[in-house]
């Protein structure tokens, strides 16, 4: 990349809570945070309610709840200290949208009902980031991405484009994704990849797919100026590579070696938090990958899937507040039950963040305590 860019504010809510001291304290247990769901009769990662901004407050009953819970955590950025200028810019996405409204409205319209005034406006993909920029009155470029479970890793590469082009001083980053309905689980059911129990995301022994759905979203506010930072993202890479399947990547993970290889440059690197889906030939190939680029030397390896389930278009953020955490609190947060491999006394400077993808795309960001 052309120039570092700085994490001036990252804001994420999740199965583990919307407070800082709530989510330490959830990685420091080595519990999961999956509770079995007696409705979709699975194990999932859900937000609780309280977290999510009032639904009688002006207009947000009519939004999906992926919005609501993006605008639940632009309401923290507003409250903060950080100026927000009119011309800052908003890059955010889902893998899948507004699921809830979209499901429910779907649904509706096949029962020969009344299809809802305002449908389409709030199932479009744009919805999300329009009303964060909305909240923030940051009306700077406005840009939804979706680019499955890399959409948040994708909607950061779009802001550091902007911020190093020099066309924004100042950019928000993230994803949202609130889909545990019954047609999103009937789908990965039918892959074949949801787990029959708790998650082992990163448990490379796993003899079958372990994969648990969560919902969350994520929120960071990027500068091309340190101001007030501590952690800079100082690499980016990113990948695509030919499939034979439209659910798979390869078995040694191509794409991910081309972006850690472009993220790290020549930087040692401390530890890496995996993507980690929980399926067992998607932790594989991503290890694999890890091997080929690392060697003898590899990292501290981690997830946070087995703890807050996998949030699809929010991951990669989810994934950048733990990293945050362990730089700034020197605590690595171990795959439990399950073994990281590495020297855990090691001092943590410089961490990997890895996301990846149907379509056999994948993205590595290379965070450092400035």
Known sequence: MKKAVYIEEIHTIS????????????????????????????????????????????????LDRTVRLALSLSARMRQSNTSITDQTGVSLGSSRGATELLEGDLQAFVNKEDVRQLSSPTTTMGNISSWVAQDLNAFGPNVENSMTCSTAAQSILTAVAYLNSDMCAQFVAGGAEAALTPFTMAQLDRLGIYSKAESQAGNFDKLENTMVLGEGAGLMLLSNEPKNAKYAIEGVGYAIEAIAHPAALSSNGSCFQKAMTMAKGDHEIDAIVMHAPGTKQGDLAELKAIHKVFGKETPLLTNNKWIIGHTFGASMLLSLEMAIFMLEHQEFYAVNPHKSSGNQNVQLNTILVNSAGFGGNAVSLLIRKI
């Open 15 to 62: 199965a583990l809570g919307i407070e800082e001291a709530e989510k330490r304290k959830g990685y420091l247990s080595g519990q999961t945070a999956l509770r079995f769901n007696d409705e979709l009769n699975r194990f999932t990662g859900a937000v609780s309610d309280k977290h999510l901004l009032p639904s009688d407050s002006k207009y947000h009953a009519k």
